[in-house]
């Protein structure tokens, strides 16, 4: 298509691109697990907080996507056994999850397999090449926060 030459040199295209690739193999690799890579992230989240301290608006401010998606994500994860939502005891209006005996098991795997996969990244690419990767990256994501109003 005649579109593709500038598909080829669109960061904004090539990004998007890469990252769907990612969370697509991200996925797969977890697959025997039961999860998909943003339950994974935040069943890893609940586990390496202290007890009964995230509350799913914490999670949707640190993984910058809506309350909606993480509460979504939060009923997939207690329909699997893994996560419990608990009415906050200083703030009955807020929500603290918990990991079951499952959860804490299933996030110790999970945990170790996005560990092994961040470091065989840095094996093959190199750390100090993905530092300057992701450096670059945040300078586009500034340059884009321009055009949103």
Do not use: W, Y
């Not at 401010?61 to 699997?80: D, M, P, Q, W, Y």
């Not at 056994?81 to 608990?86: D, F, N, Y």
């Amino acid at each position: 298509m005649r579109i593709e030459s500038f598909l080829r040199q669109s960061p904004i295209f090539q990004a998007s691109r890469i990252a769907r690739r990612m969370e697509a193999s991200l996925n797969l690799v977890l697959l025997e697990e039961g999860l998909t890579f943003f339950e994974s992230l935040v069943l890893a989240a609940i586990f390496f907080e202290k007890k009964g301290g995230v509350k799913p608006s914490n999670l949707a401010e640190t993984f910058e996507t809506t309350r909606g998606n993480v509460s979504h994500c939060i009923s997939s994860l207690e329909a699997k056994g893994l996560v419990r939502r608990r009415i906050d005891a200083e703030d009955a209006r807020a929500l603290q999850l918990v990991l079951l005996p499952a959860g804490r098991k299933r996030a110790v795997r999970v945990a170790g397999i996005l560990d092994r996969m961040q470091r065989d990244f840095e094996e093959k690419v190199g750390a100090a090449k993905l530092e300057t990767m992701l450096e670059e990256l945040h300078s586009v994501e500034k340059l884009c926060a321009r055009f949103v109003v």
